[in-house]
């Protein structure tokens, strides 16, 4: 029986998230990245007029719902999801349906100083495509600035996944990688016996 990883990233915006997730799924073999960003970039740009107004972007959520289970029931990847993924109950949902599916999961939390985020904000190339009810960048750091400052979220613990990692500085997204590839190899030697 093959064991698979999913990895999460948490973090907020412009600290490195879809950059890690792209060179992961560079040298993770048989492995996906599955960014939320290209599916409401997508939305916006061919279904504006499904997108609600206000809450949660439904649509969104259920494309990416729909790649995540593609994934899971017909192949044999691992895989990368790349959002933000601050709220901590939603986590913790998450990964425990990937757990009873068999899954070992690890979470990256990717922890950059504000001041950092506010320089490669103003310096970004990204498109703002993205966004359903923000102006900018600027904004959505903003609202998750707020929700760091009233408690809404929380930072990862040890006890939501398998195995977590903190990224401080992008200097150490390389030695995190290498350590990821270290588990994926360590489940490939282990033996899980014939399927029942």
Same mark, same amino acid.
């Given at each position: 029986?093959?064991?698979?990883?999913?990895?999460? *990233?948490?973090?907020?915006?412009?600290?490195?998230?879809?950059?890690?997730?792209?060179?992961?799924? %560079? %040298?993770?073999? !048989?492995?996906?990245?599955? #960014? %939320? #960003?290209?599916?409401?970039?997508?939305?916006?740009?061919?279904?504006? *007029?499904?997108?609600?107004? %206000?809450?949660?972007?439904?649509?969104?959520?259920?494309?990416?719902?729909?790649?995540?289970?593609?994934?899971?029931?017909?192949? !044999?990847?691992?895989?990368?999801?790349?959002?933000?993924?601050?709220?901590?109950?939603?986590?913790?949902?998450?990964?425990?349906?990937?757990?009873?599916?068999? =899954?070992?999961?690890?979470?990256?939390?990717? #922890?950059?100083? #504000?001041?950092?985020?506010?320089?490669?904000?103003? *310096?970004?190339?990204?498109?703002?495509?993205?966004?359903?009810?923000?102006?900018? =960048?600027?904004?959505?750091?903003?609202?998750?600035?707020?929700? *760091?400052?009233?408690?809404?979220?929380?930072?990862?613990?040890?006890?939501?996944?398998?195995?977590?990692?903190?990224?401080? !500085?992008?200097?150490?997204?390389?030695?995190?990688?290498?350590?990821?590839?270290?588990?994926?190899?360590?489940?490939?030697?282990? !033996? =899980?016996?014939?399927?029942?």
């Amino acid at each position: 029986m093959l064991k698979r990883l999913v990895i999460m *990233t948490v973090g907020k915006t412009h600290s490195g998230k879809s950059t890690f997730a792209k060179e992961l799924e %560079q %040298q993770l073999h !048989d492995s996906i990245a599955i #960014d %939320q #960003d290209n599916h409401a970039e997508f939305v916006n740009t061919y279904y504006k *007029t499904l997108r609600t107004k %206000q809450g949660p972007n439904n649509l969104k959520f259920a494309i990416t719902r729909t790649i995540v289970d593609y994934a899971v029931n017909h192949t !044999d990847v691992h895989l990368i999801l790349c959002n933000s993924n601050r709220g901590r109950q939603g986590r913790i949902e998450t990964l425990r349906q990937f757990h009873m599916q068999g =899954f070992t999961s690890i979470l990256v939390n990717f #922890d950059i100083p #504000d001041c950092i985020l506010k320089e490669r904000i103003a *310096t970004s190339q990204r498109l703002k495509t993205i966004f359903r009810t923000a102006s900018g =960048f600027e904004e959505v750091l903003s609202r998750q600035q707020a929700e *760091t400052n009233k408690g809404d979220v929380k930072s990862p613990t040890e006890d939501e996944a398998d195995y977590l990692f903190v990224i401080n !500085d992008n200097n150490e997204v390389l030695s995190i990688i290498r350590k990821i590839i270290d588990i994926s190899q360590s489940l490939r030697d282990v !033996d =899980f016996g014939p399927l029942a």
